[in-house]
């Protein structure tokens, strides 16, 4: 379960304002990637808090309304269909979660999930493997990001009923693969993906 023994020992190498930044949606097929980052009081405790995929969506709705209202501080932010096209998946990850970190009223270092530091990072920072699992700051911006994601493929589900993203949030499951070939892509598609589902080389 995460604690907050990361964001402590920054704290006692002089940081002030740490936060926890942890991304969304880079493995699906269609759809922004997303990231948040959120600076929590010290041994604020939240219940159930985990790493997003391993609690159910129920859960993760109502403890996003949990950080939302307990964080010092927290943002939200995206890298577009048209810069993971452009840039690659990584990079347009790093956007985003550049976005959400310079989205902060006052941050000093950034506790980061993964093993890669993000370029063009304007504080300092460590990586955590796993951190969504080990560090409450990374689990909570873990449960925004999974969750604002989420909503925002419910709404194109209302745009695009044809592909069902309701079901699948925009992930390479059978049934999106199968709408897909159907009726081919949409412009929230994210074609460097789907080169083996439609064929090309």
Not at 88 to 103: D, E, H, K, S
Not at 110 to 136: E, F, H, W, Y
Not at 161 to 170: D, I, N, R, S, W
Request: with cysteine; aromatic share 8%; proline share 3%.
């Amino acid at each position: 379960m995460p604690d907050y023994s990361f964001e402590q020992a920054a704290k006692t190498s002089g940081f002030k304002y740490v936060c926890g930044v942890d991304e969304a949606g880079r493995g699906p097929l269609a759809g922004p990637v997303c990231a948040a980052a959120v600076i929590l009081p010290e041994n604020l405790e939240i219940e159930g808090l985990n790493d997003s995929k391993k609690i159910s969506e129920k859960k993760r709705e109502a403890l996003f309304d949990v950080i939302v209202e307990k964080a010092i501080d927290y943002h939200i932010a995206f890298g577009s269909v048209e810069e993971i096209e452009e840039h690659n998946i990584l990079n347009a990850t790093y956007f985003a979660m550049n976005r959400a970190i310079n989205g902060l009223k006052q941050v000093d270092f950034a506790l980061i999930d993964g093993n890669r530091i993000p370029t063009d990072i304007k504080v300092q920072c460590a990586t955590i493997v796993k951190g969504d699992s080990k560090s409450m700051s990374i689990a909570a911006a873990s449960i925004l990001a999974k969750v604002t994601r989420d909503r925002l493929l419910l709404e194109y589900d209302k745009k695009y009923p044809l592909y069902e993203f309701k079901k699948h949030k925009g992930y390479g499951t059978k049934l999106h693969t199968d709408r897909i070939i159907q009726h081919g892509p949409c412009e929230i598609h994210r074609l460097s993906f789907l080169k083996n589902i439609l064929g090309e080389k």
